[in-house]
């Protein structure tokens, strides 16, 4: 009855019908029904004890997809006897509590004569539901929702635990509106941390309490995130499935610091990296840890199991060349080199001290090997080949390499993004559950709001089919295919306001090269 | 104690207060009180008798608004004694029927300890709450909405008419959420009339009830437009007070009508211009524009009175080379000049027998000058000098000049924009009458929904302003001073989330060249 999909094209009398990133059993009924989805789907939530309950994050998961999946009018209601009228919701944890690293988001789907949805958790329903979101297509000749080759049956989990997309809004601010819709975004790529590099040379947007003149260093008045957007930004990402993991990148990438505490800096003319002699500096570190991880009433800001560090890019001339700490230095009979490890090591006690995993960049292994605390992350966004070292150590790492997954770097196109196999330099393959996921980066010194989102899609669902998806499917894809479901996909986000650049460019964020279809372009 | 607006710099400690396009009266309180607004504001709207009443467009603006305007989380409800609750609208014509080319959209606004609105019809409302809108600033580092220099009074009315924005949705097809975001942007600009550029060479999207096999020129099955979608848009654009203007661009750009009724077009190898031999042809328009046009139970689904047909670019080799076409010229005495004006002329007829006023392309006036119908507006595209004849001979005319309002043309900047006075060639003031108002262009060839929006903004607000305010405010402006505001005004469609490139690119759609400020951007 079931057909293994092979061949996409086929499928399909309109487009090629899949999900991105494609589950691990996808199998439709080749020659099947094509059933009519009445608007609005009916959605029931189910515990494991067959009880019909109600879950606020699906209830507003639910309007939300019946708002994105019957965007166009029909003229009519699309009710017949054959529609589908329903989903069947069952969900066996039913916590709306934070997500964890670990959390389940496994689920299955099968459409019938009606839709059933299982899953463990109501992030693996989140996760569902925009799989689901995928196969209704709209019939503009007939007006009609549909689904086409039913019976379907989709078994799906996640291979990586971490899955993420990093955005710089230091070199730009970048507005909460566009926040939220990058968090929507990354929903639709069933990607579920977002990395918020949020403080760097350029402008310090954060708002602290303990320290309310740091925000000084922001461009303006208003390019700045207060306590409440960041609690609105966390909440908006829960509420998809989404983990807001931050990042203070010390002691380099720092300047702006400097505007609303000038004496953590080694000096008005030389500002970073941060100065390591003064015990202010790590009271201020430690302070903005707290405000971020400690628990307040059972909730703390950013409750993600890690905080990032930073610790990349350190140019140590700062720290020689001011004299109070190079004396300081000889005194404690450290160089530059110990002293930016007495440094990153601190930091990253800091954290551990707020019972949160520090991850910091891969200068730091780079640098102290396996000297360095075990429960440290180490995110690796130069050459992979570190990473088997790293794994061998024993230290959990998230890869990142830049000739692969930066998005600033536009001349990489989809298939590199999509080609890179993070597991691709372990040796030895028990290690690696030590790779506990990826992340694409954007770093936004050319990106702002009007440029972001053709500057990092399609390339990051590329990358977000490589970190979701099952290595041996992903391996065995024919490019042909994946180029077909990729541009259909593409297609998908421009109807949802995501305005994803044309895929087959050459460069990121080119423009359309010609006039013609958006779901068949020029190569 | 007003003040008139010089130096916008000096007015706020945050930005530019300001709002854009510059209204003709615009007094803001030097040193004057900052006044908290308590989210979210509280409408009531009154008819001339002063009698509170309800108006479902009014309802939809307000709650659409409050949306707008409090998008930012506070932590708390901003609602001290002092704070301004609420928003008295006092509208004389209650009516919501759809907006006429001249319905009036003047509007005054007084903010002192309330705010108080004041407009002849629910259109002067629209426009008067996208005033309020841009007044109201969020205070991230005080976490409140206030309005700044109160008490206030603003006092405005457009300067034209007709205030357009051409899209072309057949070189790349723009999905219905694209559009409509399209017309929210057009909204904060007050621009009028989305010029609906919906056939040409490449695609015919238009879902004809008549000709069903017209569309089957659309790009795919999905890259197409039904009925349903656009009594959806253009009720949409009425709630925003925007008309529709659709256009079906005769004889010529017209290849893709070809595929649903291949005996329209001259040959299989030679597709445009349409056949002018054979009646069929001018059956197949006339059917079109009764479909867009003659009402149905009081409404049509294109009600503006005016539609677009085209005529321009009209290459007239296939009527020549295809004999059946070529021997009816004969035949008739006609030579391919005289068809031209034959096709144009009938055309246009087929308009006003359905009681609309036909919009042309600048050739058929250069080809034809005052031989042609004077219910004919003529749309320049190209040198604008022509404008004088055009006017002088008593035609309405639109201006849309390529070497100032070609949004294609990425080496046109905002200034280029800003600059274009309409009325600049017209000899005889007493012909400014004629000139009905112009319009922004944008030709879709590089352009799709990825990069629409970039391409577009801010250059666009640039001709809204020159479209909208009064030519001796405008033609006085320093230009410093109007860069500040286009500035702080783009960083508010960011945050609306219209993706606006950086004011100062040299080229349209050019990413931000470094790090920095979204208020301040390096020239």
Redesign the interface.
């Known amino acids: 009855m079931f057909l293994w999909l092979l061949s996409l094209a086929c499928l399909s009398?309109?487009?090629a019908q899949s999900i991105w990133p494609l589950p691990n059993v996808f199998e439709v009924t080749s020659q099947g029904t094509t059933r009519n989805i009445a608007p609005l789907l009916k959605y029931s939530t189910l515990n494991s004890e067959n009880k019909e309950i109600e879950i606020n994050t699906l209830t507003r998961l639910y309007s939300r997809y019946n708002n994105l999946i019957f965007?166009?009018?029909?003229?009519h209601n699309g009710r017949n006897k054959d529609a589908i009228h329903s989903v069947k919701v069952v969900v066996v944890d039913t916590s709306e509590a934070y997500p964890k690293f670990d959390t389940d988001e496994s689920y299955s789907i099968a459409i019938d004569t009606e839709v059933t949805i299982k899953a463990q958790t109501i992030y693996g329903v989140i996760r569902a539901v925009e799989s689901l979101s995928q196969l209704i297509?709209?019939?503009?000749?007939e007006?009609k929702y549909e689904v086409l080759n039913v019976p379907i049956k989709v078994e799906d989990a996640p291979r990586f635990n971490h899955r993420g997309f990093l955005l710089d809004t230091?070199?730009?601010?970048h507005?909460?509106?566009?926040l939220k819709?990058l968090l929507d975004s990354m929903a639709y790529n069933k990607l579920n941390v977002f990395h918020w590099h949020i403080v760097d040379t350029?402008?310090f947007a954060f708002e602290s309490t303990r320290y309310p003149t740091l925000w000084n260093g922001a461009?303006?008045?208003?390019?700045?995130?207060?306590?409440?957007?960041m609690?609105?930004l966390v909440e908006y990402g829960r509420d998809r499935g989404i983990k807001i993991m931050i990042e203070f990148d010390v002691p380099g990438h720092a300047a702006s610091w400097c505007v609303g505490i000038p004496e953590i800096c080694p000096s008005t003319s030389c500002l970073q990296p941060l100065d390591p002699s003064t015990n202010k500096t790590f009271e201020v570190i430690d302070g903005l840890v707290a405000e971020c991880t400690d628990e307040v009433s059972g909730n703390s800001l950013f409750p993600y199991e890690f905080i990032h560090l930073g610790g990349d890019e350190v140019d140590t001339t700062c720290w020689t060349t001011t004299p109070h700490i190079d004396k300081w230095m000889v005194e404690n009979s450290l160089n530059a080199s110990t002293t930016y490890k007495y440094f990153v090591e601190k930091a990253g006690q800091l954290a551990l001290e707020h019972k949160k995993s520090p991850v910091q960049w891969v200068e730091v292994f780079e640098n102290f090997g396996s000297a360095l605390d075990k429960n440290i992350v180490i995110h690796v966004w130069k050459d992979p080949e570190i990473i088997n070292d790293i794994v061998s150590a024993g230290y959990k790492t998230i890869a990142s390499s830049y000739d692969y997954w930066y998005l600033d770097h536009l001349e990489l196109t989809w298939e590199t993004f999509y080609s890179y196999e993070p597991t691709k330099f372990i040796l030895d393959s028990s290690n690696n559950q030590y790779l506990i996921g990826g992340e694409v980066c954007m770093w936004?010194?050319?990106?702002?709001?009007?440029?972001?989102?053709?500057?990092v899609y399609p390339r990051t669902s590329a990358g977000a089919e490589r970190m979701w998806t099952n290595i041996d499917i992903v391996a065995n894809n024919d490019m042909d295919d994946v180029l077909e479901r990729l541009e259909v996909f593409k297609?998908l986000m421009?109807?949802?306001?995501i305005?994803?650049?044309?895929v087959t460019n050459k460069i990121g964020?080119f423009?359309?090269?010609?006039?013609?279809?958006?779901?068949?372009q020029r190569r």
Chains 1, 2 share one sequence.
């Open positions: 009398p309109l487009l965007s166009r009018a029909t003229g297509e709209f019939n503009v000749i007006k230091s070199r730009h601010y507005s909460v509106a566009t819709k350029q402008s461009y303006t008045n208003a390019e700045r995130y207060s306590k409440e957007d609690i609105d936004s010194e050319t990106v702002d709001d009007s440029d972001l989102f053709a500057t297609c421009l109807e949802r306001g305005g994803a650049a044309p964020r423009q359309p090269r010609e006039p013609g279809s958006c779901y068949v």
